[in-house]
């Protein structure tokens, strides 16, 4: 199996949709289709079911997505450590969130300017780890929300973002202008896997332990509302399927995008990236 390839199943098994995944790949759909296919013949397993609607991962694909997780993570610290062995300028940045963000558009614009010569990598991360590889070495900086565990780690507030529930349009309380917490407490909200930050956790479940399936992706977080009327949290203001809809909550306290690193790290293009961030999100 090619990495690549890998990364095309990823990509597909979080967006659960193939056109979200080609989009997010900067490809076009068909390549994508064919490429998963040639992995299903090469696993000699049907990876994921598919409909109209989108796909789902068959039980077959769940093992492959955890296998295929690991092992790009081990080739993207392989390309860190080898790329800092060569001395080579470049800057690897952890990005967890909505890529339409149009502070993520601008940063990037303006860093590219300011730093023609600098070769950047981009990790796109699932929900499970909000310091986006940084405590494992696979980033420089991580451009992420808060709150988490901040040991050892440094953290520049860039801007922070009233939060809702994500509701079906057809639930009653997605008609309210506004709710507060303790109207959702007999629901079933979607959960992170054992182990993930106990803080980040406890913040997207509103501060208390919740029942309901376990998601590692945002598109599987709104797949669970879909399909099983599961609620969740999210900042106001993303663009979402038009089946769905977001309820401010009025005692969920806001969600900050922040910009991470780790303490004592001296490199000077993280510092020139602070800066940068912190100048593109005042607008």
């Not at 182990?195 to 208390?208: A, E, K, L």
Request: proline fraction near 8%; hydrophobic fraction near 45%; include cysteine.
């Amino acid at each position: 199996m090619e990495l690549r390839t890998l990364r095309y199943f990823v990509a597909v098994a979080e967006e659960l949709h193939f056109g979200r995944a080609a989009t997010r790949l900067h490809m076009s759909q068909p390549p994508l289709s064919r490429a998963i296919k040639q992995l299903e013949a090469d696993v000699g397993a049907q990876l994921f079911t598919r409909s109209p609607t989108g796909v789902m991962l068959t039980p077959v694909g769940a093992v492959l997505l955890e296998e295929a997780r690991a092992l790009l993570d081990h080739a993207d610290r392989i390309r860190v450590r080898v790329s800092a062995a060569a001395g080579v300028a470049s800057l690897t940045i952890g990005i967890l969130g909505d890529g339409t963000d149009p502070g993520v558009a601008r940063l990037a614009a303006a860093y590219r300017r300011s730093h023609p010569g600098i070769d950047i990598h981009v990790r796109d991360t699932d929900l499970t780890d909000p310091t986006c590889g940084l405590r494992a070495g696979l980033v420089d900086v991580a451009l992420t929300r808060a709150p988490f565990d901040e040991t050892a780690l440094t953290v520049r507030a860039l801007r922070t973002d009233p939060v809702g529930v994500v509701l079906r349009t057809d639930d009653p309380l997605a008609r309210r202008d506004a709710l507060r917490l303790a109207e959702l407490g007999d629901r079933r909200w979607f959960r992170f896997p054992p182990g993930t930050d106990p803080i980040w956790q406890s913040y997207w479940n509103g501060g208390r332990p919740r029942e309901g399936p376990v998601v590692r992706a945002v598109q599987e977080c709104l797949q669970a509302v879909l399909w099983n009327g599961t609620v969740g949290m999210a900042p106001l203001g993303h663009d979402l399927p038009a089946e769905l809809a977001v309820v401010p909550v009025n005692d969920m306290p806001p969600s900050p995008v922040v910009a991470v690193w780790n303490e004592g790290d001296t490199n000077p293009l993280i510092r020139s990236f602070i800066e940068t961030a912190t100048a593109a999100y005042r607008r």
